[in-house]
C-alpha cells in the first residue's frame, strides 16, 4: 500500500466516524477562543469551558481582564491545570493585545507566537479556528494518532510530526483532519484501552502490531 492511499483510506474513514469534527471550546469573541486554548493545555475542554464562562462573563473586555486581580483570575480558573501560570498568562495577553492591537487578535503568527503561554499548537489552532488559515496543530491526541497510523516515526517530536502530516494530508483537509485526529484520540484510540476491536484502521496500526520503529 502506497502512502497515498494509506492517506485516503484513513480520512475516508474519519470522513465516516466524524462528518463534523469541531473545536468543542466555546467562545464568542477572538481573545476568548485564544484564552480558551491556552487553557486547554493539560486539561480537558469541558473543564476550559465551565471556567471560561465566569470568568469572561466577570471580565467581559480585555482591559477588565487584564486589569483584573491575579488572586481572582486563580480562584476563577483554579480547577484547571497550572492555574496559577495560566492566571499570569491571561493577564499578559490581555495586556499585550490592548497595548499592540487594540484589543484584536491579528492574523499575525509572528505576534501570536510571542504572547505569553501561546506557542506553534495554540497558534497553529487559533488561526485555524478564527481565521481558517491552513494548519495542523499537533496537540497529545493528534501525535498520538500519527504515530500509531504510521504517518509519522515513533521518535518524531511534534513539530516533525506536523511536517510529516502537511506532506502527506491535502492543504484543503488540514483543519478538518485535525479536529478529526483529535476526536479520534479522544474518543477512540485513547491512550489507555483504545477502541481498537471496533476500529477499521486496524490492519494500518502500529499499536495493534506492536511496532515500536
Known amino acids: 500500500m502506497t502512502t497515498q492511499e494509506r492517506v485516503t483510506e484513513i480520512l475516508n474513514y474519519l470522513d465516516k466516524l466524524f462528518p463534523n469534527a469541531h473545536c ?4 464568542n469573541k477572538d481573545y476568548e477562543l485564544l484564552i480558551a486554548i491556552v487553557l486547554s493545555a493539560q486539561t480537558t475542554d469541558k473543564r476550559v469551558n465551565k471556567v471560561t464562562k465566569v470568568l469572561f462573563q466577570k471580565y467581559p473586555n480585555l482591559t477588565a481582564l487584564a ?37 484584536i487578535v491579528p492574523n499575525d503568527r509572528t505576534y501570536l507566537e510571542t504572547l505569553s503561554g501561546v506557542g506553534r499548537k495554540t497558534t497553529n489552532v487559533f488561526l485555524s479556528e478564527y481565521y481558517k488559515v491552513p494548519a495542523i496543530a499537533v496537540d497529545t491526541h493528534v501525535e498520538r494518532v500519527s ?25 484543503d483537509k488540514w483543519i478538518k483532519t485535525h479536529h478529526q485526529f483529535i476526536f479520534f484520540g479522544r474518543y477512540h484510540c485513547k491512550a489507555i484501552s483504545p477502541n481498537c476491536q471496533n476500529c477499521q484502521l486496524q490492519h494500518l496500526c502500529r499499536y495493534q502490531k506492536k511496532d515500536k520503529s
Not at 468543542?24 to 467562545?27: C, D, R, W
Open 24 to 27: 468543542e471550546l466555546n467562545y
Open 67 to 103: 486589569e483584573a486581580p491575579l488572586e481572582d483570575i486563580e480562584q476563577i480558573i483554579r480547577e484547571i491545570g497550572t492555574f496559577k501560570k495560566k492566571s499570569v498568562f491571561i493577564k499578559n495577553i490581555a495586556t499585550s493585545l490592548v497595548k499592540d492591537y487594540n484589543g
Open 147 to 171: 504515530k500509531r497510523l504510521k504517518l509519522a516515526p515513533m521518535k518524531a517530536n511534534v513539530t516533525e510530526v506536523e511536517q510529516k502530516l502537511m506532506k502527506k494530508i491535502p492543504k
